[in-house]
């Protein structure tokens, strides 16, 4: 198993940025293909990034496309997501998610991953 914390949330103005990392428990952390997804209040939580267990591969939403950027650490137990060019529809909870078990194309779906962390606030202000 693994245990999955967000942090680096917060407040920024438009066109600001934030980096947000996902730090994991256990020594396996490599073994796990690693998703950012975000929840926005009254809408589904949906997929923001993902990347494959190596950081060979990387997979971004239209909607961040250019702007956002996945990463990992394997070396220090944690996922990265780099957030430029903010917009205040970037607001929500974003989460991070784990699953030893993925494989392409299956990353964009929340139910194909088996551990979450706790999500953190980003708001972006116009």
């Known amino acids: 198993q693994v245990q999955l914390a967000e942090s680096g949330g917060g407040l920024v103005q438009a066109g600001g940025s934030l980096r947000l990392s996902c730090a994991a428990s256990g020594r396996t952390f490599a073994t796990y293909y690693m998703g950012w997804f975000r929840q926005a209040p009254g809408k589904e939580r949906e997929f923001v990034a993902s990347?494959?267990?190596?950081?060979?591969?990387?997979y971004y939403a239209d909607s961040v496309k250019g702007r956002f950027a996945i990463s990992r650490d394997n070396a220090k137990n944690t996922a990265y997501l780099q957030m430029n060019s903010l917009k205040p529809e970037d607001t929500a909870v974003y989460y991070c998610?784990?699953?030893?078990?993925?494989?392409?194309?299956?990353?964009?779906?929340?139910?194909?991953?088996?551990?979450w962390g706790q999500g953190t606030q980003v708001t972006v202000s116009s």
């Open positions: 998610a784990a699953d030893p078990s993925i494989t392409y194309p299956y990353y964009t779906s929340t139910s194909n991953y088996n551990y």
């Open positions: 990347i494959s267990r190596r950081g060979g591969s990387s």
